[in-house]
């Protein structure tokens, strides 16, 4: 099967542990992309935190972000698609946020707002490449929002799954990590937003390759040709896949792309 496009997870997939881009999965990635591939990175972070993943990748080129609520051509910073999250249902989340003092930040397609910053979100902000807009509470949320996300720890995101499970408001959230839950438009998902991209290409779904590891990526692995999961996946996301490669820190990607876009490269010829 020729792959036209692949489709990559950031997080848990093409970056390590330490978010670092190693040197094999760069050069597998950019080999795809040389045999005709199109790449296109499929994340839940934000435009401008991607962006430099894509930079460092060399390579040009559209990206799925904010779990699939826009996608964004890299060349022009032009938005192509987004889905908008209605501001009246997003303040019941808004104020149980607050209430229980828990960290969120607000996001459009290229920006990202917070209602305060301390040294620990500062740093975090600074480790994911995102550049944080202070933005008063009253001023409510920015026009065309496109996703809620919010940081804690894994027992406090825990609780808050449990108290929304009964909610019903037009909105949808995942688990984008383990301490990270998204709150945005029911049609936004990886899923979607990548069966939106392959019909604008004109690209059939059996030539789509599609590789990641958490929740939020189940929607894209289901939609492509041949959906890889990483083993750092939970076995729920690994059972919808196609297969499961090696790890994120064992560089799993590079090991998918050299076998199934033939490319091998003398080094790890043995692999």
Not at 232 to 256: F, I, Q, R, W, Y
């Amino acid at each position: 099967m020729t792959f036209r496009l692949i489709a990559l997870d950031v997080d848990g997939t093409l970056l390590d542990d330490d978010h670092q881009l190693t040197p094999r999965v760069r050069e597998a990635v950019r080999a795809a992309a040389s045999n005709g591939a199109e790449i296109v990175l499929c994340t839940g972070r934000g435009s401008t935190s991607a962006l430099p993943v894509l930079e460092e990748l060399g390579l040009p080129g559209t990206m799925i972000t904010h779990n699939g609520a826009s996608i964004v051509d890299s060349a022009t910073r032009t938005v192509l698609y987004e889905t908008e999250i209605a501001h009246e249902p997003a303040a019941r989340y808004v104020d149980y946020l607050q209430a229980r003092n828990i960290h969120f930040d607000i996001n459009t397609a290229f920006d990202l707002y917070v209602h305060e910053l301390d040294e620990f979100t500062t740093e975090m902000y600074r480790k994911w490449f995102a550049r944080p807009i202070l933005r008063r509470p009253e001023e409510g949320l920015p026009e065309k929002t496109v996703k809620l996300s919010m940081y804690a720890p894994k027992e406090v995101l825990d609780q808050v799954e449990l108290d929304w499970a009964e909610w019903v408001d037009g909105l949808h959230y995942v688990r984008s990590g383990v301490n990270f839950i998204d709150v945005q438009h029911p049609q936004s998902t990886k899923g979607k937003a990548l069966e939106k991209l392959t019909g604008l290409r004109g690209i059939p779904r059996e030539q789509v390759l599609a590789i990641g590891n958490y929740y939020n990526d189940i929607g894209m692995l289901v939609f492509a040709g041949h959906g890889v999961a990483m083993e750092n996946s939970p076995a729920e996301v690994k059972a919808e896949a196609d297969e499961v490669t090696l790890s994120n820190n064992e560089d799993g990607v590079a090991v998918v792309l050299e076998r199934l876009v033939s490319y091998k490269h003398p080094k790890y010829i043995s692999i």
